[in-house]
T-cell receptor, first 110, second 113 residues
Framework: SQQGEEDPQALSIQEGENATMNCSYK?????LQWYRQNSGRGLVHLIL???NEREKHSGRLRVTLDTSKKSSSLLITASRAADTASYFC??????????WGAGTKLIIKP | DAGVIQSPRHEVTEMGQEVTLRCKPI?????LFWYRQTMMRGLELLIY????????DSGMPEDRFSAKMPNASFSTLKIQPSEPRDSAVYFC???????????FGQGTRLTVV
């Protein structure tokens, strides 16, 4: 299966701490994308990192990609209660299809 | 742009009834995806269109499901007849095409009783 796998499945941390989520995949990709989903809402795109990139930043988000290990990580620094959501990685292949992981449920405790 | 628009937001129907879900993609986007999300199976791709043409419908569960995209600004997903196991949140997403990010609608929560 090409499906990405995230870990952990769930993560609960105190507000202000950093949160790290990981994603692994199995075959060569064109890019890897991270999305957030608040309860009952649609998914919102966060960052896209291409296969020739190693690191990208967007505000408090930092994404790394290691193509040799076929893995990516999403780091959220100085977490806030509003970061409570599910986070999904999606891998895009040469046929333009997005393959989704099962997601990490992040809870930020005030 | 208002983003991807789905309707209805919620649908409750009786088993055996026909259900039609609607999606308006972002103007200018040429790829459209229908997904189903459940706790048990996560996010599943049902079908995707490129330039209004169905490219991959291998995720459509069975013949009870059908999808159309008559033009670049409208798509429907139909379930006939509906069954309780079809209860899920159905998302529509669109992209500019190529290796770009997807924009999701707010979803339709379908409950079949």
């Amino acid at each position: 299966s090409q499906q990405g796998e995230e870990d952990p499945q769930a993560l609960s941390i105190q507000e202000g701490e950093n949160a790290t989520m990981n994603c692994s995949y199995k075959t060569s990709i064109n890019n890897l994308q991270w999305y957030r989903q608040n309860s009952g809402r649609g998914l919102v795109h966060l960052i896209l990192i291409r296969s020739n990139e190693r690191e990208k930043h967007s505000g408090r988000l930092r994404v790394t990609l290691d193509t040799s290990k076929k893995s990516s990580s999403l780091l959220i620094t100085a977490s806030r209660a509003a970061d409570t959501a599910s986070y999904f990685c999606a891998t895009m292949y040469s046929n333009y299809q997005l393959i989704w992981g099962a997601g990490t449920k992040l809870i930020i405790k005030p | 742009d208002a983003g991807v628009i789905q309707s209805p937001r919620h649908e409750v129907t009786e088993m055996g009834q026909e259900v039609t879900l609607r999606c308006k993609p972002i103007s200018g986007h040429n790829s459209l995806f229908w997904y189903r999300q459940t706790m048990m199976r996560g996010l599943e791709l049902l079908i995707y269109f490129n330039n209004n043409v169905p490219i991959d419908d291998s995720g459509m569960p069975e013949d009870r499901f059908s999808a159309k995209m008559p033009n670049a600004s409208f798509s429907t997903l139909k379930i006939q007849p509906s069954e309780p196991r079809d209860s899920a949140v159905y998302f529509c997403a669109s992209t500019l095409g190529g290796y770009t990010e997807a924009f999701f609608g707010q979803g339709t929560r379908l409950t079949v009783v």
